[in-house]
């Protein structure tokens, strides 16, 4: 398995970098049959230290935690509590469905763009607007049947999650309604 520990503007020691990976392996043992990739970065905001933990797992899903201390080492300790707590839903979750994916997830690239944000304060007509790029970077769309969509979104506590299909392969899009309930867009249905 491979880590990236890294800081935002801070040193990271030697001590903190062993204790991190001591720490999520033996998490991931427990609950990840494959991890390939974990991706800690430690930050400072206020008076708090911030931690940012991504585990990417063999099957193609993410599991994301973050947590906040007053000091570096409780704060890695809180993201990785709540990384713990999402394996072990995830596990939970792939016991219940009695399903192992005997393969892993396809990944196919896409364009990631970030758009400025602009207010129209002055009543200008909206076609006049002109979004500006702000970041282009590239993500990876996970080719997923629709319940591991609701699962990868749910574990990444994310409010959207975009994905190819494995059923017919067009991309879809689940996604967390105000309601508390859980939204699918498939637009291959759309006739």
């Not at 409780?74 to 009695?98: G, N, T």
């Not at 990876?140 to 059923?167: C, D, H, T, W």
């Not at 879809?172 to 291959?188: A, E, F, T």
Request: hydrophobic share 35%; aromatic share 6%.
């Amino acid at each position: 398995m491979r880590y990236q520990i890294s800081g935002k503007q801070i040193d990271i020691g030697a001590a903190l970098q062993t204790h991190v990976q001591t720490e999520l392996a033996e998490i991931l043992s427990k609950y990840a049959g494959r991890p390939t990739e974990a991706y800690v970065v430690f930050s400072k905001s206020g008076h708090e230290y911030v931690c940012e933990s991504v585990v990417h797992l063999s099957t193609g899903l993410n599991a994301q935690a973050t947590g906040k201390a007053n000091e570096i080492y409780a704060a890695f300790d809180a993201s990785a509590e709540k990384m713990d707590k999402q394996l072990r839903r995830y596990k939970r979750r792939l016991k219940d469905h009695h399903k192992e994916r005997s393969q892993p997830v396809e990944l196919s690239d896409a364009g990631s763009y970030i758009l400025e944000s602009r207010e129209e304060s002055d009543g200008d007509d909206q076609d006049s607007f002109n979004a500006m790029i702000v970041a282009e970077m590239e993500t990876k769309i996970p080719s997923l049947s629709v319940g591991e969509a609701v699962m990868q979104m749910e574990i990444a506590s994310a409010p959207v999650l975009v994905f190819r299909n494995e059923k017919h392969n067009g991309v879809n899009v689940v996604y967390r309604r105000d309601d508390g309930n859980i939204g699918w867009i498939d637009p291959r249905n759309s006739g």
